[in-house]
């Protein structure tokens, strides 16, 4: 995989994630909107080769690239799926770290597919 592919994966990702969260009623908000989404996917799902460039080498997959990575932001998206914001500004924030989230799990997800996969740390 490559950036561009990544951050295709991760905007597509969240952009259905979210069309799912807004047919629940209790979920729907204005900072749902697909464009943010896919950015905010995006980003996410180019964060992984930010914190561990490809550049540092063939094996730059180590721990921000790893499965307890996966296991510790797919939880942390869980949680913040799970959470009930009361102001304004606190359910944006909670559309970011979803949508961020989800677009670093796709990442990780889509190199676990390859040869190389994903380290376990």
Not at 40 to 47: E, I
Request: glycine share 10%.
């Amino acid at each position: 995989m490559n950036g561009p592919a990544h951050k295709a994966i991760g905007a597509a990702a969240c952009v259905a994630a979210f069309a799912v969260i807004d047919k629940q009623p209790s979920q729907q908000s204005a900072a749902h909107h697909p464009i943010l989404v896919a950015l905010l996917g995006a980003w996410g799902g180019s964060l992984p080769d930010k914190l561990e460039p490809a550049s540092i080498g063939p094996h730059h997959r180590k721990f921000f690239h790893s499965l307890v990575s996966l296991g510790a932001v797919g939880y942390g998206v869980y949680q913040a799926y799970k959470w009930e914001p009361q102001t304004e500004w606190e359910k944006l924030l909670r559309v970011v770290l979803i949508a961020v989230g989800l677009g670093y799990l796709s990442h990780l997800i889509a190199d676990f597919t390859t040869p190389k996969g994903l380290p376990i740390i």
